[in-house]
């Protein structure tokens, strides 16, 4: 066998290597993140069913805060990667730390308007009027850790920045520890009710960011990186998250309209629909994973110049990608009777579920493609175009999903159109891919 031959097969085996020992990690704090909610859940649930439904609206709106400002970690690690790939490690850093006070900024900001509208979000949100003091309380308590929870986020883009992945999920497995111990010992020991769920989040929180903060802080002083708030550098990372919210916005917007129409559909396809997002969030996860080596990688190599090196990566990511959606999607139909009935015991239901799930299975490997692509050009920094992209697949999207009770098909239908979605962020990110205009290089693009 010649050389020739073999040192592709040896970059491709170091390749896979890298994006194993980034991805493992990410996904296990991936999974670790939703934990903090069914915790809650099961301990609050036996409460009685107003604190459980209080809590269940609470939680939903602060998911919904916390997820806007995902670009907190996007960005970051994008950003600190390119200076790691450059070979300056003070100016990662640096670069981390805006992140982190943009974070603090923006928390405080979110604080300051949610604890005097919270009784009229929660209203406006829909909860009965037995609900909504538990859903009141629950926000006001849990929107005090919304700092730490940013800083949590930017944080963690710094350290996938540096290619730790291994640290955020320590931290979030001593976070979810913490708030299950708290949690319990809060609302039953002290007798705080659903506060004293709120209050062990918070406090779980506030331990996970001063955990990553003296991660940082270590490493600043280790590299000689200033601490201190610099504005214009807070200016420039509020300036590179924008695409990536209008991104996410726009998401959300997919996520919000699809179950808007399966609410109209009638209850056994709403309760359906939920039960296939679950499911589809959970398959997000693993592919999120990938995704976020992506970031971590891509940035270092166009920071160290190496056009080729990230080209060869995406390429392979894009092989992980197809394998983890076929692969999830195998999965999906094998396990199908295992898993449908613990979610419902309607047949009604099951009779919904099936075919819309077998979609969703069948999509799976243009799924993986998406986060992969996604991730890449994250990590290349090529947030405004990620931003129209996704303008334009939610323009794509929303007629379609809005026909589908007037056309009929039911929720089969509208997981149609959730493929119809995807397929569309396919066709964007694979032509922005060939391209090759994302392959900026430096340390800062």
Not at 411 to 417: E, I, S, Y
Request: glycine letters at 12%; a positive charge.
């Amino acid at each position: 066998m010649t050389q020739a031959s073999t040192t592709p097969r040896k970059i491709g085996r170091h390749h896979d290597r890298e994006i194993l020992a980034l991805a493992l990690p990410a996904f296990g704090a991936l999974v670790a993140e939703p934990l903090f909610v069914l915790v809650d859940s099961a301990v609050v649930g036996h409460l009685g069913t107003a604190q459980l439904a209080g809590l269940g609206v609470a939680a939903a709106l602060l998911s919904t805060a916390v997820s806007v400002f995902v670009f907190l970690a996007y960005a970051t690690t994008a950003a600190v990667a390119r200076r790691v790939g450059a070979g300056d490690l003070p100016s990662a850093i640096r670069q981390g730390m805006d992140g982190i006070w943009l974070a603090l900024l923006l928390g405080a900001a979110v604080v300051a308007v949610t604890l005097p509208t919270a009784p009229w979000v929660v209203e406006t949100f829909g909860a009965s009027g037995t609900a909504a003091p538990h859903a009141t309380t629950y926000l006001r308590v849990s929107s005090l850790g919304i700092p730490s929870m940013l800083v949590v986020l930017a944080a963690t883009g710094v350290l996938r920045g540096l290619q730790d992945t291994r640290t955020p999920l320590y931290v979030a497995i001593a976070g979810f520890s913490a708030n299950a111990v708290l949690s319990v010992t809060l609302v039953y020991g002290a007798g705080l009710g659903i506060a004293g769920s709120a209050w062990g989040t918070v406090i779980a929180q506030c331990g996970m960011a001063a955990a990553y903060l003296t991660v940082v802080v270590r490493g600043a002083r280790r590299h000689g990186a200033s601490l201190r708030p610099d504005v214009a550098g807070i200016r420039a990372s509020a300036q590179a998250g924008v695409p990536l919210l209008i991104r996410t916005l726009s998401l959300r917007a997919v996520l919000m309209i699809a179950t808007a129409i399966a609410a109209r559909l009638g209850d056994v396809s709403v309760a359906a629909h939920q039960i296939i997002l679950s499911l589809w969030s959970l398959m997000a996860f693993a592919l999120d994973a990938i995704a976020i080596a992506g970031q971590a990688i891509i940035g270092r190599y166009l920071g160290a110049g190496d056009t080729e090196g990230a080209r060869a990566v995406c390429r392979r990511m894009v092989r992980w990608g197809v394998a983890s959606g076929v692969a999830l999607g195998f999965l999906i139909v094998a396990a199908r009777p295992l898993f449908t009935p613990l979610f419902t015991g309607d047949n009604a239901v099951r009779d919904a579920l099936v075919p819309a799930l077998l979609v969703v299975a069948l999509t799976q490997p243009v799924a993986g493609v998406v986060f992969v692509l996604d991730g890449v050009l994250m990590g290349a920094g090529d947030g405004p175009y990620l931003a129209g992209a996704m303008v334009v697949t939610l323009v794509v999207f929303a007629p379609v999903a809005l026909l589908v009770p007037v056309l009929g098909g039911g929720l089969t239908a509208l997981w149609g159109a959730m493929s119809l979605m995807m397929a569309t962020r396919v066709v964007t990110l694979w032509v922005r891919m060939r391209s090759g205009r994302w392959l900026v290089t430096g340390a800062a693009r």
